[in-house]
């Protein structure tokens, strides 16, 4: 078993959709939870940031972690396809450990 | 504030040679973790450097080496290429000791062994 599975996709919805997406993690000793957006050739761009469980808000992004479950989730309000591209978590004991991404979902939104 | 930034942008390399990548930090930060991503696949962890050491590493072989300088700039170097070394390998810095794990990422090298 990965330490993080996450859906590669492709998810397509239309503009304006509350998008989902999610991964799942096995380490019960992981603390922190990112999400990063990744364009096309370029390199990935911190959008969410959460420690331990609870719901985060950023305008339209919401991060949300259960670490009873082992899974944490991203919501995108009001999609543009401006956000279409690829969604990757990322997850961390802390410390000197490295985070640990999984796949990533790659996101279109039709306009 | 001046983000992370990374060169070159493209390599290409022959099997066996060995390749230099290069890295400047975002400013104010004094962490530096290398990442390779294959095509299709989320970024692995390489290693970190903090204080011109080596701080933690992830699942590579010790020709996978690195440097961190005084500026907090920091170069990967991989001897003896393989094929599989191709990849997109990404920078990312964070500041040790107030949210270590926000790491921020530069555009990447994409390299390429033939």
């Known amino acids: 078993q990965k330490e993080v599975e996450q859906d590669p996709g492709p998810l397509s919805v239309p503009e304006g959709a509350i998008v989902s997406l999610n991964c799942t993690y096995s380490?019960?000793?992981?603390?922190?939870f990112m999400w990063y957006r990744q364009y096309s050739r370029k390199g990935p761009e911190l959008l969410m940031y959460?420690?331990?469980?609870g719901n985060k808000e950023d305008g339209r992004f919401t991060a949300q972690v259960d670490k009873s479950s082992k899974y944490i989730s991203l919501f995108i309000r009001d999609s543009q396809p401006s956000d279409s591209a690829t969604y990757l978590c990322?997850?961390?004991?802390?410390?000197?450990?490295?985070?640990?991404f999984g796949k990533g979902t790659h996101l279109i939104i039709q306009p | 504030e001046t983000g992370v930034t990374q060169s070159p942008t493209h390599l290409i390399k022959t099997r066996g040679q060995q390749v230099t990548l290069r890295c400047s930090s975002q400013?104010?930060?004094?962490?530096v973790s290398w990442y390779q991503q294959a095509l299709g696949q989320g970024p692995q962890f390489i290693f970190q450097?903090?204080?011109?050491?080596?701080?933690g590493r992830g699942n590579f072989p010790p020709r996978f080496s690195g440097l961190q300088f005084p500026n907090y700039s920091s170069e990967l170097n991989v001897n003896a290429l393989e094929l599989d070394d191709s990849a997109l390998y990404l920078c990312?810095?964070?500041?040790?000791?107030?949210?270590?794990?926000?790491?921020?990422f530069g555009p990447g090298t994409r390299l390429l062994v033939l």
């Open positions: 990322a997850i961390s004991l802390g410390g000197a450990d490295g985070l640990t």
């Open positions: 400013s104010g930060h004094n962490t």
């Open positions: 990312a810095s964070s500041l040790l000791g107030r949210g270590q794990e926000t790491q921020y």
């Open positions: 380490n019960s000793a992981f603390q922190y």
């Open positions: 450097y903090y204080r011109e050491e080596e701080n």
């Open positions: 959460t420690y331990s469980s």
